[in-house]
Each structure stands twice: as C-alpha cells, then as structure tokens.
C-alpha cells in the first residue's frame, strides 16, 4: 500500500503542473478582462494610464508562461497569491469554504454508498420482483434528472410547501452564531440531493454485483451445506458482489465535485462553489488555479482510494498498480 501510494504521488505532480498550466492558458485565451472584473463600475471612468498600473499590479500584463512560473513557485513556497475578486488571500478563501464543501460531499457521499448498496442488495435478492422493478426504475430516472432540478424541487416541497427544513444557507437568518443543531438542519437537503444523485450508480453496480454472486459456484455450494441465506448473502454474496462498486468510488468523484457545485449554489452553501464561479468568470488566476490543483487532487486520492479498497477486498488482486 505504502509503495502504492507513493507511486501514485509521484506520477501525480506532472499532471498537476499540466493542469495548472493549462488553466493559465485557457484563462489567458478567456474573452474576459480581470481588469475590468477588479474594477467593476469604477473602470468605466478610469483612466488608461490607471487600467495599465492595476492590469500589472494584477500580474496580467507578463506573458503566459511568466504568470504561471510565479505562481506556481510562489505556491511552492506556501503563497497561494491574493484573490483579485474576492479581495483575501486565497488560501483564506479555501479555508473559509473547504470545510462547508468537504462536509456536503462526505455526508452526500456517504449516504449514496449505504442507502445504495442497501437497496442494491435487497434488489439481488428477488430479481425480477416488485421491489427490483421499482427501486431501478427510480434509480434510472435518477440519472437522467438535473441536480440542481432536484434541488429546486425539494426546496418547493420540503421548504416551502411542508415547512419542515431550511430552505438553504448554512443557519438561520435570525441568529448570529454557527451551531450545530442548525448546521445539521440545513445540511439535510443539500446532502440529500447530492446523495440522491449519485446513488443510482451504487444500486445498480451493488445491484448487478450481488446478483450475478448468488448465481456463482460458491454461493451455491455455502446453500448446499446449509448455511443461512443471511450468512450467505452477507458473508459471500455480498463481499464479491460489491467489487466493482469499489472501482466506482474513484470514478464519482468528479461528478461529485461537479453536483456539489450545482447543489451549494441552488441552496446558498457557504462552499467553494461561489468562490469557483467568481474565479473562473473573472478570469482570476491565483483562485482558479488553486481550486483546480485541489479538485485535481480529491480526484486522484478518490482514484487512489478505489485501488486500495479493492485490493484490501480481493487479495489477489495486490498493491502492485
């Protein structure tokens, strides 16, 4: 594992440096002016003389590759840059939001592997019954639904036409403080929709995987002994069946990232999900290139944590990737 992790580390720096790079250029070769972002209204009368001294206090004004190599050594050496929209050093900025992210995506995540593993395995059990037909019929419909559509339409009917959870933000409007009870309150729907749309693919892996276990020599040989059919569910079916679905960890995880902006934004969660759109439309450097690096990262330690998890479950298959 620790060979594993390492490798993966090391290959990991080059596609950073891409990654980051690339994000220089495709910002450079933006129809959009962070002058005139950092300004706002007051650019309108702003003299040329002054555009040009805030265009090269911004940075802006060197050549691509000169924007890039400062920042990136500049973050080597632990100085992420200044947000020019956002007006705070940027490492400020992720501190203030990566928690609040971090918390919807782990809660959302986390839901979406129990309930669907749960219901994948209930499926498998009776393939073809009422509760299979009806559970992959709203699994399918699922993937084809817009996160941020179900994030509207549960603001409608829990918020607003029931009452019974906070339409968004991360507290309530009347109170000052960040406490927990209310954290928790408003944590419910963005973490369910978010959970929501990803759990179709855990069911109908679980689903697929559980199934195709229990028509497996083994399984039938632990039913031929006379082993419970909990035992055998659980203690063979299951572990083999829920082998692909840890190949899928990795693999959501973009789509993780991306839901989770859709969902902060349509419930006003304090995340990254502002920061990120205010970088990219301003054109602003430091932040887009940070946010990128860290979205870079949560998908190469989900690819990472994919491969390790599936050798822990099937020792054959080894740390040798």
């Known amino acids: 594992m620790a060979r594993m992790t390492g490798r993966r580390a090391l290959s990991a720096v080059p596609v950073l440096l891409a990654v980051t790079f690339a994000v220089f250029a495709v910002a450079a070769a933006s129809p959009f002016d962070p002058v005139k972002a950092?300004?706002?209204?007051?650019?309108?009368?702003?003299?040329?003389?002054?555009?040009?001294?805030?265009?090269?206090?911004?940075?802006?004004?060197q050549p691509l590759v000169s924007r890039w190599w400062h920042w990136l050594t500049s973050a080597l050496g632990g100085d992420l840059g200044d947000s020019s929209t956002l007006r705070q050093p940027v490492a400020d900025v992720i501190a203030e939001r990566v928690g609040w992210?971090?918390?919807?995506?782990?809660?959302?995540?986390?839901?979406?592997?129990?309930?669907g593993t749960a219901l994948g395995v209930a499926a498998a059990r009776r393939p073809g019954g009422l509760l299979d037909r009806a559970v992959s019929a709203a699994a399918y419909t699922l993937e084809a639904a817009p996160g941020f559509w179900l994030g509207l339409l549960a603001i409608w009917f829990f918020a607003l036409k029931l009452g019974v959870l906070p339409a968004g933000g991360l507290t309530d409007t009347a109170s000052d403080t960040v406490t927990f009870g209310q954290v928790a309150s408003h944590l419910v729907l963005p973490a369910a929709v978010l959970g929501v749309t990803q759990?179709?693919?855990?069911?109908?892996?679980?689903?697929?995987?559980?199934?195709?276990?229990?028509?497996?020599?083994?399984?039938?040989?632990?039913?031929?002994?006379?082993?419970?059919?909990?035992?055998?569910?659980?203690?063979?079916?299951?572990?083999?069946?829920?082998?692909?679905?840890?190949?899928?960890?990795g693999s959501r995880v973009p789509e993780l990232?991306?839901?989770?902006?859709?969902?902060?934004?349509?419930?006003?969660?304090?995340?990254?999900?502002?920061?990120?759109?205010?970088?990219?439309?301003?054109?602003?450097?430091?932040?887009?290139?940070?946010?990128?690096?860290?979205?870079?990262?949560?998908?190469?330690?989900?690819?990472?944590?994919?491969?390790?998890?599936?050798?822990?479950?099937?020792?054959?298959?080894?740390?040798?990737?």
């Open 101 to 115: 992210s971090a918390l919807l995506a782990t809660t959302a995540f986390a839901l979406a592997v129990l309930l």
């Open 38 to 61: 950092y300004t706002g209204t007051a650019g309108l009368t702003a003299s040329q003389e002054n555009l040009d001294q805030i265009r090269a206090n911004l940075g802006v004004d």
């Open 257 to 321: 990232i991306t839901g989770a902006l859709l969902v902060e934004t349509v419930f006003s969660w304090p995340g990254i999900a502002a920061a990120t759109v205010q970088a990219a439309t301003a054109v602003d450097f430091p932040l887009l290139a940070a946010l990128t690096v860290l979205a870079t990262t949560a998908v190469l330690a989900g690819n990472l944590l994919s491969d390790l998890l599936y050798g822990l479950a099937d020792p054959r298959v080894g740390f040798d990737g």
């Open 199 to 249: 759990l179709p693919w855990f069911f109908l892996y679980v689903r697929q995987g559980v199934a195709d276990a229990l028509d497996e020599d083994p399984v039938r040989g632990a039913r031929a002994r006379g082993i419970g059919e909990r035992t055998v569910l659980l203690g063979h079916a299951l572990r083999s069946g829920m082998l692909p679905m840890l190949t899928l960890i």
